[in-house]
């Protein structure tokens, strides 16, 4: 009740009690500094790790506060998930963002300017992955601004003109180690490859963002592209509809799944690791707390779970 009462009036309450808890900070001072040292030499005595900054919230702690505020706007519940998304920035792979290579729509180097500038308008993206007898065979990143494509002789204009050495990650490198590496480019892309050195994606810094500030669109035909961002609606408390290609560490820190990290990036190739083959509609799987049942699917992968607390 306290709690909740200086929530809703913490603005006219603290001008009342700042005076007082300063004045008992400087009281308990003395005593909090002891028992803070008697703390880290317990801790050093016993092979426990003491920080300077260990008076300062950790990052695990930050995130409990989170989970419990009360807070039930909609601005205050979007805020929390941006800090969510944050603590997750590090610990997410190119690997768990990248677009797979089936979605991805490129340009063979043997073709023409003039069919460059169809597919550019065709696709509504503006950078299109070159490739070299097929797709996994990425050599280049094609780049046409809307100044370019209003060029009177672009269609007149040699492909490589337009087209720079492609930048190649690897699914397993963390964003915040590729983000410099995509900044430092004019093209802001890059191929990502497997062991045999195949191409299986590409990432963008629109990839990067998202993971932060939410949808952010690419390409200059907005209006004609399909959206591609992650759903998961909540039927109820305990049901949830989600996209085959919803990321398990987003799933976990959004929905507390529990789903083991590690073995999949997405809740698909989860499905596919534990069938043991492409999955199928009706296939269940269950985990923890959770059933999976998948709800519709194509030939290659499942596109949409139901996830149901048992």
Known sequence: MPKSIFQQKADTIVTRIIYGLRFFSYVFYPVIVVFSRVARFAARLFGGASSASS??????????????SETASDSAA?????????????DTTVGEVMTPLAEVIGFNETRDMEEAVRRVWSSGFNRLPVFRGNITNVTGVMTLSTWDLLLPDIEQRPVGDFVKPALYLSPRQSLDQVLPLLRSRTDHMAVIVDEF??????LTMEDIFEEVVGPVDSGFDFDSMKGRRISIESVDDDTHLISGRAPISELNDSLKLGLPVGEAHTIAGFLTNRLRRIPQVGDTVVEQTYRYTVVEADARTATRVRAERI
């Open 78 to 90: 979007t805020s929390k998930q941006r800090i969510r998304r944050i603590f997750r920035f590090a």
């Open 197 to 202: 050195g195949s191409a299986i994606g590409i």
């Open 55 to 68: 008076g300062f919230i950790s990052k695990d702690e930050l995130r409990v506060l989170i989970d419990i």
